[in-house]
């Protein structure tokens, strides 16, 4: 086992030849926010699953699903694979009282319904399973109720929930995909298809892209300068390949949690700084309650951030660092234009943007090996934002 500090070296190295192929690649969902809504996803599951659509594929989707949908089941309770005609956004209120309930997909067959709620997680979200279960069984029908999802977290299932099929959007993908790849005359015969519902599986379903060659070499030449090339001639590979993940994953994931705790660190000593220091010194230059107060209490991508309140009308003003500067500067109307994010970055309220950014000179490491009263920096970064408001 590598020390700390080779493997802290190691994985550092590794991350920018290992961050190309995680980064966003083309993707004709992603390009336009489609399947960001269930009922978008739902769109594009209910149209595979309809055997005379425009995929030319008939009932496999169907069969695909259902097949699923039966691993759950006992024997004897076991659903026919194909035949169903296909539903979408089905009322099944009960009684008036209960409130409108929708159903995204239904599966219905003279014997046989399958009522399908598509959502995120394993979630019922709100919706009655009872009567989800009751339409289905109107007309003597046997029912089944499924939850399609793109994770299943168990512990969300309730109030009815924890007794419906639930199927992941990777499953049904996945055997999608190896349907498709044992037929050859599909693919030949529909291109646009073939392509649509690749681009479906690599959205829903794909992990990290494959690296390019010139990745490769680059991943090659940093395990030779990191001391773990000895790794290629080892066996078994896939044993070998195991635990080398297994081993970066442990670290990065330590990495990552104290680099975390750092930004906290920095986000508490700039509060106190900005409280202590800068709101007093710019209310004495520009007269009391120039700055209201102080706050740090967003969360999410906005979370590295202190705010300097304004009172009335007046734009708020921003101390952002890491993460939240590299938001900020990326929707800015003038983006830094080679920015630097071991610094402080002051920002200045536009709506619900931003409208001006600028980089100070002021390190993080500065930031928490503590700011002395004499430090005039930001202060003076600060006046000048709000001075260039009063123009």
């Known amino acids: 086992m590598k020390d700390e500090a080779a ?32 009922k978008q996803l739902s769109n ?9 659509a425009t995929h030319h594929l008939g009932d496999a989707f169907q069969r695909i699903l259902l097949t699923r949908v039966n691993t759950v089941l006992a024997l004897g309770e076991r659903l026919p694979l194909a035949g169903f005609r296909v539903l979408q956004e089905v009322d099944t209120t009960v009684a008036a009282e209960s409130g409108k309930d929708i159903a995204d997909i239904v599966l219905l067959r003279d014997d046989t319904a399958v009522m399908i709620e598509n959502f995120e997680t394993s979630d019922g979200h709100g919706h009655d399973y009872k009567s989800y279960l009751a339409y289905g069984s109107a007309n003597g029908r046997r029912s089944v109720v499924v939850m399609l999802c793109a994770r299943r977290e168990r512990q969300r299932l309730s109030m009815g929930w924890e007794d419906a099929v639930v199927v992941t959007y990777a499953e049904v993908l996945d055997d999608l995909r190896a ?81 975390r705790g750092t930004l906290g660190s920095v986000k508490r000593t700039l ?11 710019v209310n004495e230059l520009l007269g009391a ?30 101390l952002e660092f890491g993460p939240t500067a590299v938001t900020e500067n990326e929707r800015a109307p003038e983006p830094v234009s080679e920015p630097d994010y071991s610094r402080v970055f002051v920002t200045r ?11 100070t000179d002021l ?9 002395s009263p004499d430090d005039d920096r930001l202060v003076l970064a600060v006046l000048a934002m709000i001075r260039r408001t009063e123009r």
């Open 289 to 318: 309650g120039t700055i209201h107060s102080v706050s740090a209490n967003f969360q999410g991508q906005w979370e590295w951030c202190s705010t300097l309140v304004t009172p009335g009308n007046e734009p708020n003003i921003f």
């Open 179 to 259: 349907h498709l790849d044992a037929d050859r005359r599909w693919r030949s015969a529909n291109p646009r298809q073939d392509v649509f519902i690749n681009e479906l599986i690599d959205q829903f379903v794909e992990g990290p892209q494959a690296m390019t060659v010139q990745e490769q070499l680059e991943f090659i030449k940093t395990m030779c300068e990191t001391g773990e090339s000895a790794r290629y001639g080892r066996r078994p590979v896939a044993s070998v390949a195991e635990d080398f993940a297994a081993q970066i994953a442990l670290h990065a994931q330590r990495q990552f949690e104290d680099s």
């Open 44 to 52: 594009v599951f209910a149209w595979l699953l309809r055997e005379e």
């Open 7 to 38: 493997l802290t070296r190691m994985v550092t190295a590794l991350v920018p030849t290992m961050s190309r192929s995680l980064a966003e690649q083309f993707n004709v969902f992603r390009v336009m926010h489609h399947g960001t809504h269930e």
């Open 349 to 359: 309220q536009a709506g619900v943007g931003i409208d001006r950014i600028v980089q």
């Open 363 to 371: 390190t993080l490491e500065e930031v928490l090996a503590g700011l």
């Open 271 to 281: 509060r106190q700084h900005a409280e202590r220091v800068i709101r007093p010194q």
